[in-house]
């Protein structure tokens, strides 16, 4: 049974910084990308950015670069977003995924396999 689950959310101060990790288990998690995404209130999901597991290559929505930085460590089947400069309109649900296409990083819901079960993050100003 895979489970994705994240944690590390919570309320922060704007321009400032959180680190949300996902534990993953039940799969072989060096042979998926991970892309974490997010879901405002009255808002549609939307992709924030991936790693690949093999060489780490990474990508990530043109709102969040240079903020944001996704890492993973394939021993502890764990993928981090390190979040900072945080903006009000950075709240949201954030979610975990897992690809098995390995070859590309997707930004598309539909692509992902398995998914965590979200945890909030609210970014007061």
């Known amino acids: 049974q895979v489970q994705l689950v994240e944690s590390g959310g919570g309320l922060v101060q704007a321009g400032g910084s959180l680190r949300l990790s996902c534990a993953a288990s039940?799969?072989?998690?060096?042979?998926?990308?991970m892309g974490w995404f997010r879901q405002a209130p009255g808002k549609e999901r939307e992709f924030v950015g991936g790693?690949?597991?093999?060489?780490?290559?990474?990508e990530y929505v043109d709102s969040v670069a240079g903020r944001f930085t996704i890492s993973r460590d394939n021993a502890k089947n764990t993928v981090y977003l390190q979040m900072a400069s945080l903006k009000p309109e950075d709240t949201a649900v954030y979610y975990c995924?897992?690809?098995?296409?390995?070859?590309?990083?997707?930004?598309?819901?539909?692509?992902?396999?398995?998914w965590g079960q979200g945890t909030q993050v609210t970014v007061s100003s």
């Open positions: 790693i690949r597991p093999s060489d780490g290559t990474r």
């Open positions: 995924a897992a690809d098995q296409w390995v070859l590309t990083i997707s930004s598309e819901e539909s692509q992902y396999d398995y």
């Open positions: 039940g799969l072989t998690f060096s042979r998926y990308v």
